[in-house]
């Protein structure tokens, strides 16, 4: 899994499964992305077929940008409790 798509996943984790500030969270999230990309010297080249498994289905589409939204909206919720 590509470095930012994996560290995306983790941040949101981390975000939501906190018990500190959200600020906080997201500054120590901020040090660990620049660490890791600081610590790397690869690269990686997508592959022409990489996006033929994608939907173009635009209700598809809807429904997996509606589940990621709804991720979110509890990630910021349990952050404000």
Partial sequence: MPIFIQSDIEAHIALRDTDKSLK????DLVY?????L???NETEIAIPD????????????NEIL????????????MNVH
């Fill in 24 to 27: 906080g969270t997201a500054k």
């Fill in 32 to 36: 660990l992305q620049k660490d890791r």
């Fill in 38 to 40: 600081e610590g790397t």
């Fill in 50 to 61: 990489i996006y033929d498994n994608l939907t173009y289905n635009s209700k598809q589409i």
């Fill in 66 to 77: 509606i589940v990621l939204t709804n991720e979110l909206a509890a990630t910021l919720e």
